[in-house]
């Protein structure tokens, strides 16, 4: 029976949307108790659009491996019970704009009076200091401000728009940097005993991991552009008969390996096109393999879907919801060799757990339990 590295450890989550549930997520798979506190009327993310059986996709995808609680924060007995709640609690994490904790009463000086051992992490647009600190923010704004929708537009095409790109990484970024943080924070504390508070913006979380400010700094240029003028020009995308194919090629043993099989001293984008084309994708992919070279098919999200490899390693997994039931979403990335990870536990319905977190935590009897939903508190 396997372990999971972060069992015994609760958090309480007060995160909305992305960046903050993206977080929560991960530590709940690693064996946190995750309890996901929400207003009684639900957060954002629940009506996220196309609604199935009345469910958003999003939050079925994000809000997997936690508990579910509401509890109104604006009443002074919601107050209340989140604080007894911080006293027996490792890690609170958050993603409202900057000073919203602080006007409900449950700012940093607060919640670690109220347990100094408590880790308390923050995820906003532009951070909790600095000029932009009190704008709010998605993940559409941190990649306009962080330079990135310029770098999608520069490798795409220079002279043309600013670009988005499609999947909403400058949430997933920051909510893996604050992940990276509270883990940090609880090694920390294991050795001192002492919490501490963890403020992650955005903006920059995607300038840490991008290198195109290095490359600017130095030399001018982008990572991307870079990468084109390295080695040999005929690494890419190329079209095959039934669909394309996508290799790299640095200069070196990888090139000559290439040459070798296709049989071309002189490497040309339109020679290697026209290899590419009279062959289909599966024939170039096997005969590259066969060879060494980097390469893989274009897929589509069904490709992925029935992809050997992504099930061989577990990557999409059977969720049983108690509402759209048996459901296929991704799976955990990580694979350790004592403890498990598991992306399997569904999203919770809105207050699906306030009986069970609250008679363990609070002590409150169902009856309790349901006085406090008909006063308006949970
Ligand atoms: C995402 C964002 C733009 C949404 O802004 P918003 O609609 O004003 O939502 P917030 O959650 O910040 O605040 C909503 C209100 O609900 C209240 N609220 C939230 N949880 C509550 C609870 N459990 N009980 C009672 N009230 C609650 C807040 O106190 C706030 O009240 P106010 O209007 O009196 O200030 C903003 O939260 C933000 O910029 N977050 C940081 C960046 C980020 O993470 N963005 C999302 C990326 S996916």
């Known amino acids: 029976m396997f372990m999971k590295a972060l069992e015994g450890i609760r958090v309480l989550d007060l995160t909305h949307a992305m960046a903050g549930p993206i977080c ?7 064996g946190a108790e995750v309890i996901k506190i929400e207003p009684p009327w639900g957060e954002m993310t629940r009506m996220f659009p196309p609604l199935v059986k009345g469910v958003s996709p999003y939050f079925a995808f994000l809000d997997r491996n936690k508990k579910g609680v ?16 911080v006293k027996k609690s490792d890690v609170v994490v958050e993603n409202f704009w900057p000073g919203t904790m602080d006007v409900l009463g449950l700012g940093w000086e607060t919640l670690r009076e ?3 051992g408590i880790i308390f992490a923050s995820i906003s647009g532009f951070g909790q200091t600095g ?21 999608m537009k520069d490798s795409i095409d220079p002279e ?4 988005q790109a499609p999947e909403a990484i400058a949430d997933t970024i920051p909510g893996f940097s604050a992940l990276i943080g509270i883990l940090a924070a609880l090694v920390h504390r294991s050795k001192t005993g002492r919490g501490q508070r963890i403020d992650v913006a955005q903006m920059d979380a995607m300038i840490a ?15 991307k552009r870079a990468v084109s003028g390295y080695g040999v020009r005929v690494s890419g995308c190329h079209k095959a ?3 394309y194919v996508m290799f790299s090629l640095p200069p070196g043993r990888i090139t000559d390996w290439f040459r070798e099989l296709i049989g071309m001293e002189e490497l040309t984008w339109d020679a290697v096109a026209a290899w590419v084309a009279e062959r289909t994708v599966d024939k ?12 893989a098919p274009v897929h589509d999200l069904d490709d992925v879907l029935a992809n050997e490899q992504a099930r061989a390693r577990e990557m999409f997994v059977k969720v049983e919801h108690p509402v759209l039931g048996e459901t296929t979403l991704p799976g955990f990335p990580i694979k350790f060799s004592e403890t498990k990870g598991d992306m399997t536990t569904p999203a919770p319905l809105l207050g699906q757990h306030n009986v069970e977190v609250y008679s363990a935590l609070l002590g409150l009897s169902e009856d309790e339990v349901e006085a406090l939903r008909k006063e308006g508190v949970i």
């Open 131 to 151: 000029p932009w600190s009190n704008r709010r923010s998605f993940d559409p704004i941190a990649q306009a401000a962080s330079g990135y929708m310029w770098l």
């Open 284 to 295: 170039v992919v096997e005969l590259l393999v066969k060879a060494g070279i980097p390469v």
């Open 209 to 223: 991991v991008s290198p195109s400010f290095s490359f600017w700094t130095l030399a001018r240029t982008t990572f």
């Open 24 to 30: 929560t997520m991960f530590l709940g798979a690693m």
């Open 160 to 163: 043309g728009p600013p670009h």
């Open 114 to 116: 109220l347990n100094p």
């Open 241 to 243: 008969k039934d669909g």
């Open 70 to 85: 509401t509890l109104n924060l604006k009443h002074p007995k919601g107050l209340d019970m989140f604080k007894e709640m």
